[in-house]
């Protein structure tokens, strides 16, 4: 008989069973990973927040919550973030915990771009194998409690089944997951229009930002007392628009200097084409001339 798995790298290994969707298979078991949270930039979530790895791929944030309040009979989750999908904190949030919210960076609110998308065509995302996710607990004995919970599962060898007891709260999963997602290809108008107009907006806030920023670069002079020379000017006019517009304008002072040129030259040749009819008519007129003369020496006889 092989030993059950206890802990792994300073993770306690927690057994669950995955249930198999056809009778003629039988369940698996999966190792889902956990400790302490211990982050090398350690925040105020850290301390009462938990590290998981290998989640099963079809982790939902109802699963875990479940998982620990209701399977394990411990703590109670705040929150869930994926690695998987980023962070699911919103970018002002350390901002509005102090009294005066300070003004966004250009960086801060295009790093906030990634939160306006397009409404979701599947319900409920797979995880990446092997995939992780922090579960912050709402404080530090809570998530002791938790702890303790799962290592006593593991001790005491608790068949814990993954999803059991919640199967109406999550979306469903083969053929009618991708039936459900056929008929959410074609949002309503308005989810498009608070999409698109959100990100819009955001995108905007961004540009004035940097703007703004820019701005204040241009004014503030560095150590050796220079001012720094960034993309832009004050008329708004970038610096690459700026050599657009001088190589046009350059290209048409050619254009008009050949022009000019092509123009002399018709000019120079008119000018002689009226000097050689000038000379042949002086020509002519001489042999005229000395023809009448001939003719009045000329006598019948």
Request: aromatic content about 6%; hydrophobic content about 35%.
């Given at each position: 008989m092989v030993k059950a798995l206890k802990e792994v790298a300073?993770?306690?290994?927690l057994p669950v069973t995955l249930r198999s969707s056809l009778a003629t298979s039988e369940d698996a078991k999966h190792y889902l990973y956990l400790k302490p949270h211990d982050?090398?930039?350690a925040d105020e979530d850290a301390a009462r927040s938990l590290?998981?790895?290998?989640?099963?791929?079809?982790?939902?944030?109802a699963h875990l919550r479940h998982l620990f309040a209701t399977q394990l009979a411990a703590g109670r989750v705040e929150q869930v973030h994926f690695s998987d999908q980023g962070s699911n904190r919103p970018v002002i949030a350390a901002e509005s915990r102090g009294r005066k919210r300070k003004r966004m960076t250009a960086d801060e609110i295009e790093a906030g771009l990634d939160q306006h998308h397009l409404p979701n065509v599947y319900e409920q995302d797979l995880r990446q194998t092997g995939a992780t996710a922090i579960v912050v607990l709402v404080d530090r004995p809570s998530m002791e409690l938790t702890l303790k919970a799962a290592k006593k599962a593991v001790r005491t060898g608790q068949n814990i089944v993954w999803g059991e007891g919640i199967e109406n709260k999550i979306p469903a999963l083969g053929l009618r997951r991708y039936e459900r997602a056929n008929q959410m290809r074609y949002p309503s108008r308005r989810e498009l229009l608070r999409s698109v107009d959100g990100y819009m907006t955001a995108y905007a806030q961004m540009e004035e930002a940097r703007a703004q920023e820019n701005a204040h670069k241009r004014q503030m002079p560095d150590e050796d007392g220079f001012v720094t020379v960034v993309r832009g000017s004050k008329g708004g006019v970038r610096t690459e628009d700026a050599k657009d517009l001088g190589d046009k304008q350059k290209a048409k002072?050619?254009?008009?200097?050949?022009e000019d040129f092509y123009r002399f030259q018709m000019?120079?040749?008119r000018k002689e084409e009226q000097q050689q009819l000038l000379k042949d008519f002086e020509n002519d007129k001489?042999?005229?001339?000395e023809m009448r003369r001939r003719r009045g020496k000329l006598r019948p006889d």
């Open positions: 300073g993770f306690l290994a982050p090398k930039a590290f998981l790895v290998n989640i099963p791929v079809t982790t939902t944030d002072d050619q254009s008009r200097s050949l000019r120079q040749k001489r042999k005229v001339e």
